[in-house]
């Protein structure tokens, strides 16, 4: 069996057809478990326009997995500032806002990879931690964080009126 080789770089703008359809696949989870709160992605690519909007700001980040060459994972940070208030100091927080392995590539340690491009990331930014929300459905998710040393700091309710 051969090595594979793996990756984890900043994207740039020609990588994003391939988040796109990453992107693609985590919208379809989440839109076919809450579709109250997501919509399906059109075919298998997710708003295109999007992806580049977002490579295109400093205050977004993208880390791409590769496998090979293959781009296979991703994960999208968002930087996070609070100024003091009379309730709690300031923060600054670096956000996953977005992470995602294709499930072809999963179990090889690239979601574990990601997060630790991340976490150096916010070592060079100087951010108080790293946050992120995890929707109830997605036990997976919450099991690898909860693994790598996450803990829950806040919870939402939700009540439907209608």
Not at 51 to 65: C, G, I, N, S, Y
Not at 122 to 130: D, F, K, S, Y
């Amino acid at each position: 069996m051969a090595t594979e080789t793996q990756l984890v770089r900043p994207a740039t703008a020609a990588d994003a057809a391939a988040l796109s359809r990453l992107m693609a696949i985590v919208q379809r989870l989440h839109a076919e478990t809450e579709p109250e709160w997501f919509l399906l992605p059109e075919g298998d690519l997710f708003a295109p326009e999007f992806v580049r909007e977002k490579l295109a700001d400093p205050t977004h980040q993208f880390f791409v997995a590769e496998v090979d060459g293959q781009v296979a994972g991703y994960v999208m940070t968002v930087e996070q500032r609070r100024p003091t208030t009379p309730f709690s100091p300031a923060l600054f927080h670096l956000s996953i806002d977005q992470i995602c392995v294709h499930p072809d590539f999963r179990r090889r340690g690239l979601a574990r990879a990601l997060l630790g491009r991340v976490r150096q990331q916010a070592q060079e930014l100087g951010v108080t931690g790293i946050q992120l929300g995890i929707w109830q459905f997605n036990d997976a998710s919450r099991a690898f964080f909860m693994g790598e040393g996450f803990l829950p700091k806040h919870t939402r309710y939700f009540q439907a009126v209608r």
